[in-house]
Each structure stands twice: as structure tokens, then as C-alpha cells.
């Protein structure tokens, strides 16, 4: 069938990602000249870059301000019937002062639930996780005291301010009807945020701390460090705007979590790609281990100076496609989650950039069938590992694309769009096609 020959527009403009590229490059270029400034202007404190972990958290909060500020005052979309809010009707406080309270009783409940999973899970107390532990335990009673004012005045512009939270509160409470299905609704967008975002804040200060401290330019002649650093740089940009996405979810920036995946098919594959999780399989060379004896690009290339460069430069540009998908969405970058369509960016040339940049990364950063055992079993074995690894993406995508096929008209006319005019969406279709014919042909014969 053929659909539009328009591109859907994007739920997201182009500025959004951009303003918060911006800010968080100019932060960073303040964080490794704080010496200088601080010296410059005599104020107190260590006179050295500023490459602490907390330094990391407050890009989180500059960049998701600036991404803010552009939406509200450029893109206005706390004005969009999607938000859900009527800012021509403010109802009397005392008309909505049951819902708030019932919808309070949810979110903290939530958070009680959520504050559970984080003491019984061991993984949150060791290594890597003992610091969004901390940033998170430092948020929880400002956290606590600000959703109060925030859900009374939400509350008396919403159309419907008895959203899943509600419901849940309800539930608690046992006062009012409830519907599960809110319920569930509820506890999917919480399960992502609060799995999904320590993660994200686990990893915020060693990526920062590199590029705040990196010596450029005692590596512009060499190409295995200058292109390990600048994509290092490019995974800080993806890790702290994906960061932001995770926590700015406000209904008045339009960036709230319409729904979570309901499919138990996308959970999986998308659980199996982070801790702990991944751990037991992509983390163990017994499992999904694809890098055994793989001493890299950067090992086989050695003395080939040209080669190095280009390899370089092939692995920065796929790294910088990944951050370009994430930095696309704005505030709206979450995992498993249904928050608008997005349709421009890299999102104009295939529906899944990130997981096709990400996969061409590894297989060109690690060469899989390049191993220094010299045993050919390595070579199969890591091959045929990383295989099943992007196979593993592949299903992930299409978990995914089944989530938003089911919600929104738009990312089905996207969808349809892309399959027709977006020049690698489009190849990749018509190969599959070619592929089912090929396979059918024999057993038509038969």
C-alpha cells in the first residue's frame, strides 16, 4: 500500500537536541578551563579542571534547563493538547485537593516500592552503583517535598488529573473505582525510570572525568588515541542527554511517559542488554562473549598509518550517529517507552540508528574473525556470538516498533513512510523481501 509521500513531522524540533549539545559542550569546555577561571576571577576552591562525579550531575541539570528553556519558549509545547493540560481552566483548589492527595499517595508509594528494589538488589551496592545510589538517596526527600506543590498545581489545569498515578493511589487507598490497566500503565513508566535511570547515572562520571582531563593535544598525531578519546566524548554526549531524558518526564515540557512497553518480549530484549542482566550473557565469554583473543582494530592496523587514520575515523562517525540518535529526542530519550514520534534527524534515513551504528561499531571495532589464538573455533565462535548479539538488537527493534504501531497513528504513517522513501529503510526492505522470495521459490518447486 502506498502511504503519504510526506514525512510525518517530528514530535521533536531539531533545536531541542542542539541547545542541549550546545550547553553540555560549553560546560565542558568551562569544567577544563576551571583552573583558569578560577584563577582569573580568585575564587575559592581547588584552582583544577573540574572533573568530579557531582561536576558530571550538574551537566545533567544545565543541559536539561537549556533543552527546557527551548521548548517551552521556542517550540511552546506546554501548549500542546498532548501535554494534557488546559491552561485556560484553573479549577478551585479545593476541587481537585482529594485527587492531588490520592495521586501523592501513589508516587510515594511508588517511590517506597521503587527505594525496596534498590536495597534488595545487592548490584546497586557495589562498584559503579554505589554512586547514582548516593545521588539518588541525596534526591529523595527534596524529591519528596517538591512533588507537592508541583501535583496541586498540576493538578487543577489537567483535563483528566486522574491519570495512572491516580489509579494507583486509589488503588492503595481503596476508596474510589480504579482501573488496572492505568495500574499496570503506572508501574511500567516507573519500572523503566527507575531500572534505566541508576543505570544511566552509574556511568555518568568516568566518561566525564576522560574528556575533562584529556590532553588533546598530545595526541593530534596519533589516531588509536585521538579516535578512543573523541568517542569516548561522543558516548559522554549520548550517556548525558539520554541521562536527562530519564528525568525530565514533566508534562508541561510535553516530555512525560504516554505509556511503557506493555509487550514481554521488548522487556526481555531489552533487559538482556544492561546489567545485571547482561552479566550473565553478553558480559561472560562462557556466554555471549564475543571478544575473546580479539585484540582489536587498533592491534591488527598497527605500522599502517593510513589505515589506522581511516579506521579511526570510520569508528568516530558511527559513534557520532549513535549520539545523534540520542541527542535528536531531547527530553525525550528513554528505553521502552512510548513519548512522542520523532522523524527527523538521523531518524530521517532509518527507524533504529542507534542500534545499526552501534552494531557496525562493534563489529568494526572488534573484528570478530580476527583472533591472536590463531584457532579457528575463536574466530567461528566470536563471529557467531556477535551474530546472535545484533540478532538480539534486531528483536529489540521490533518489540519496539510493535509498541509504537499500537499507539500512535503518526509513527504508523512514519513507519509506512520510511519503508518506502528512507534510502537504507528502504534498501534493507526490499532485500528482506528479496530474501522471503528466495526462500519461498525452492519450496514453491518442492
Not at 219 to 229: A, E, F, I, N, S
Not at 295 to 310: I, N, S, V
Request: glycine share 8%; charged share 15%.
Amino acid at each position: 500500500m502506498t502511504g503519504s509521500p510526506f514525512r510525518p513531522a517530528s514530535d521533536v524540533s531539531a533545536g531541542v537536541g542542539l541547545t542541549g549539545l550546545a550547553a553540555l559542550l560549553g560546560w565542558l569546555l568551562v569544567c577544563r578551563k576551571w583552573a583558569a577561571i578560577a584563577d582569573a576571577f580568585a575564587l575559592p576552591g581547588p584552582h583544577a579542571p573540574m572533573s568530579g562525579p557531582y561536576a558530571a550531575v550538574a551537566t545533567l541539570f544545565l543541559t536539561g534547563l537549556a533543552m527546557s528553556l527551548w521548548s517551552l519558549l521556542v517550540d511552546k509545547v506546554h501548549r500542546r493538547p498532548s501535554t494534557g493540560i488546559d491552561w485556560t481552566r484553573a479549577r478551585p483548589f479545593a476541587e481537585t485537593l482529594d485527587v492531588s492527595i490520592t495521586k501523592l499517595a501513589g508516587l510515594w508509594a511508588t517511590w517506597a516500592l521503587i527505594a525496596g528494589y534498590y536495597c534488595i538488589g545487592r548490584w546497586y551496592w557495589d562498584g559503579q552503583y554505589l554512586f547514582a545510589m548516593e545521588v539518588i538517596g541525596a534526591a529523595a526527600v527534596p524529591l519528596l517535598v517538591l512533588s507537592i506543590p508541583y501535583v496541586f498545581w498540576l493538578d487543577r489545569h489537567l483535563v483528566e488529573p486522574r491519570d495512572a498515578a491516580w489509579h494507583f493511589g486509589a488503588l492503595l487507598i481503596g476508596r474510589e473505582a480504579w482501573d488496572i490497566g492505568q495500574v499496570k500503565r503506572h508501574g511500567r513508566a516507573w519500572a523503566i525510570k527507575a531500572f534505566f535511570g541508576a543505570f544511566m547515572i552509574s556511568i555518568l562520571p568516568g566518561g566525564f572525568a576522560q574528556i575533562v582531563n584529556a590532553d588533546f593535544g598530545s595526541m593530534v598525531h596519533d589516531p588509536v588515541r585521538l579516535g578512543l578519546t573523541l568517542i569516548a566524548l561522543l558516548f559522554l554526549i549520548d550517556v548525558q542527554i539520554g541521562t536527562v531524558g530519564y528525568i525530565f518526564t514533566f508534562r508541561p515540557l510535553d516530555a512525560h511517559i504516554r505509556s511503557g512497553n506493555p509487550l514481554l518480549a521488548g522487556w526481555v530484549a531489552a533487559l538482556m542488554c544492561y546489567p545485571p542482566f547482561v552479566w550473565g550473557t553478553m558480559g561472560r565469554a562462557d556466554v555471549l562473549g564475543y571478544e575473546v583473543n580479539t585484540p582489536g582494530w587498533a592491534y591488527w592496523l598497527q605500522g599502517h598509518t593510513a589505515l589506522l587514520w581511516l579506521w579511526a575515523a570510520l569508528l568516530v562517525t558511527l559513534t557520532a550517529i549513535y549520539a545523534w540518535a540520542t541527542f535528536a529526542f531531547g527530553l525525550r530519550f528513554s528505553n521502552l517507552t512510548y513519548r512522542g514520534v520523532l522523524t527527523n534527524g538521523p531518524y530521517r534515513f532509518t527507524r533504529h540508528p542507534a542500534y545499526l551504528s552501534k552494531n557496525l561499531f562493534w563489529w568494526c571495532s572488534t573484528l570478530p574473525f580476527l583472533v591472536s589464538s590463531h584457532a579457528l573455533t575463536d574466530m567461528v565462535r566470536n563471529t557467531v556470538l556477535l551474530g546472535v548479539v545484533s540478532a538480539i538488537y534486531y528483536w529489540r527493534a521490533r518489540t519496539e516498533e510493535a509498541h509504537l504501531l499500537a499507539e500512535d497513528a503518526k509513527y504508523r504513517a512514519y513507519h509506512a513512510w520510511m519503508a518506502e522513501n528512507a534510502l537504507i529503510t528502504r534498501t534493507l526492505t526490499k532485500l528482506g523481501e528479496r530474501l522471503r522470495l528466495s526462500v519461498r521459490e525452492p519450496q514453491a518447486a518442492e
